[in-house]
């Protein structure tokens, strides 16, 4: 299994551009997550969604949307970047909601100008 | 959200065992207790998860106070690659998983 992978692994917009990450999981799970972590912070749940067709906001939404079309992909869009979006986006899925781990991709490192 | 404290930094022999301290002060009946670690620059890793009962799977063990208010996570043999920021956190929902400032453990020669 591959688990979660994430592409790009780095993006330069520029303000007031717009991108889509992408996230894939092969491990059959329902629940996947996006979270951002800013330099020596912590993580910021943005969207989550509990299964293909269903999405909810996170902490951190602003500026963001998702979709969700089969369980395996859990696509973040970015539009009209702005510096504030700058940081380290991490795509996550679970097989449950309580009492299993978080499995996280690789990240995509995001710098707006 | 979890509050949850930690040492800020610790240091271990390799080959020796690390144990990890985490005060859960705040945790409630149905949360799950779970220990994840992010190496520089990489995506968070999930360690290992429980309940009330002490739990071990390949990577580590977690040892869980009976009132819940404090856990430990075992390494047993601490290699260089376990260098990292070590994060123990509680929740009832995967939704609501917040990190708190973490451990950072060096694992030395």
């Known amino acids: 299994n591959a688990g979660v992978t994430q592409t790009p692994k780095f993006r330069i917009l520029k303000i007031g551009q717009s991108m889509t990450l992408q996230c894939t999981q092969d491990?059959?799970?329902?629940?996947m997550y996006w979270y951002r972590q800013d330099p020596g912070m912590g993580l910021k749940l943005i969207y989550y969604s509990v299964g293909a067709g269903i999405t909810d906001k996170g902490e951190v939404p602003n500026g963001y949307n998702v979709s969700r079309s089969t369980t395996e992909d859990f696509p973040l869009r970015l539009e009209l970047a702005a510096p504030s979006q700058t940081s380290v986006y991490f795509c996550a899925s679970s097989a449950l909601d309580r009492g299993s781990g978080q499995y996280f991709g690789p990240g995509t490192r995001l710098t707006v100008t | 959200d979890a509050k949850t404290t930690q040492p800020t930094s610790m240091d271990c022999a390799e080959g020796r065992a690390a144990n990890l301290p985490c005060n859960h002060s705040?945790?409630?009946?149905?949360?799950?207790v779970y220990w994840y670690r992010q190496i520089h620059s990489q995506g968070p890793q999930y360690i290992i998860h429980g309940l009330k009962n002490n739990e071990t799977n390949e990577m580590a063990s977690l040892i869980i106070t009976e009132d819940r208010k404090s856990s430990t996570l075992i390494l047993p043999h601490a290699t260089l690659r376990d260098t990292a920021v070590y994060y123990c956190t509680n929740t009832g929902t995967a939704s609501k998983l917040t990190f708190g400032t973490g451990t950072r453990l060096q694992v030395m020669l």
């Open positions: 491990m059959n799970h329902n629940y």
């Open positions: 705040t945790i409630s009946g149905n949360e799950y």
